[in-house]
């Protein structure tokens, strides 16, 4: 069984051949990349700025990753600022109903990555458990909510930093997603029904499709958002995108989600019932166009045509209204 630079165990229908390939010529991207990024990082800061933005864009070198991270999503500004804060919440008063709601995941958390398994020393569950713990008992309000494991677990496995994947994780849904894990999950479905009017506007057969099936975009793209991709898109891919999400934010989403969409247009025009369409929706996150991450970036940013934050704000408003106002 062959098994990734995380961790995690190839399937059996892997395509050697295909990863091998694209892999040698990324590894020369990487590596220019690489000395790039070491060149801007000499100064010790990681300052937003245009061309930081680009440098985000086109990928951060896995070495360099965390810190980056911790920079742009000001995930390292509140670490710094609360010292000893996530402890303290580790040793708050017990929860118990919190404490076994996140254990109920942990083992379904990866089990074909082997340093998530409990044989393995140091077993990471610990490590995702106490992450999820301290979230928690942070933000009372969400507690713990099933799709934060697995956004989690890539933390720590990039980060190998339990306090460090607290606060990236506290950026991530205390400000770069919106309301997305509360109990009521309002701005996930917001993002959900916002995706579909994008597509009515910028791919409207797609839309059409949709609406004459009466598919409802919860069923074909809830993982995209509730999982930021972890588990749908490959490991590389998804990473790059994250890079993206916390220098830029939530729209990211959109853009990978229309850039997917776009390119199998065709192909999703085929189905003919529910079923199907959830199938082909399944289907489009696999295979050599995803693999190949670093054009699958560079598309994710032509593709979709513009896509600005204002757009974005602005169709969450009408969107929520109309949730809201259906109960």
Known sequence: MQIDPYGFERPEDFD?????????????????RAIKWSRLLQGGSVPRSRTVKRYVRKGVPLEHRARVWMALSGAQAQMDQNPGYYHRLLQGDRNPRLEDAIRTD???????NVKFRKTTEPCLQKTLYNVLLAYGHHNQGVGYCQGMNFIAGYLILITNNEEESF???????GRILPDYYSPAMLGLKTDQEVLGELVRAKLPAVGALMERLGVLWTLVVSRWFICL???VLPVETVLRIWDCLFNEG?????RVALTLIKQHQEFILEATSIPDICDKFKQITKGSFVM???????????????????????LRESCRARL???G
């Open 292 to 314: 190949e991450c670093h054009t699958f970036m560079q598309k994710i940013f032509s593709e979709p045509g513009s896509l600005s934050m204002a757009t974005v704000a602005k």
């Open 250 to 254: 939530s729209k990211i989403i959109f």
């Open 167 to 173: 606060w990236l994780l506290d950026a991530l849904v």
């Open 324 to 326: 809201l106002a259906q």
């Open 229 to 231: 991709f972890v588990d």
């Open 16 to 32: 050697d051949a295909a990863y091998e390939k694209f892999f040698s010529s990324y590894l020369v991207t990487l590596t220019r």
């Open 106 to 112: 942990l083992n379904r958390t990866f089990p074909d």
